[in-house]
């Protein structure tokens, strides 16, 4: 069974760090290229970041570009995405993304791009 499950989320202070978790079972990792998506309440869900399958290639939406660090252990079939200088701005359900081979089109930000996805994980960005 192809699953996708996230982890990492939870509440943190502005200016906090967390790690969040893409782990893949039922497929190999190693050949999709991983969205990591946003969703807050009342707003479209957007793209936050992108990683291709050899981790070669990066992508960052403008609002986390320098904050947001995307990468991929595929031996462990696990995805990150490491979060510093969290703002509230940043509160959101977190979801990951699996565009398997043969890769979809469009742009990384579109979530017709992907085939699977993980049912979220909550960040919550307060004091």
């Known amino acids: 069974q192809v699953q996708l499950v996230e982890s990492g989320g939870g509440l943190v202070q502005p200016g906090g760090s967390l790690r969040l978790s893409c782990a893949a079972s039922?497929?190999?990792?190693?050949?999709?290229?991983i969205g990591w998506f946003r969703q807050a309440p009342g707003k479209e869900r957007e793209g936050v970041s992108y990683?291709?399958?050899?981790?070669?290639?990066?992508y960052y939406a403008d609002s986390v570009k320098g904050r947001f660090t995307i990468s991929r252990v595929n031996a462990k079939n696990t995805v990150y995405l490491q979060m510093n200088t969290l703002k509230p701005e940043d509160t959101a359900d977190y979801s990951c993304a699996a565009d398997i081979p043969p890769y979809g089109g469009g742009n990384w930000w579109s979530p017709f791009k992907y085939d699977y996805w993980g049912q979220g994980t909550q960040v919550t960005v307060s004091s």
């Open positions: 039922g497929f190999t990792l190693g050949y999709s290229g």
């Open positions: 990683i291709n399958f050899s981790g070669g290639a990066t």
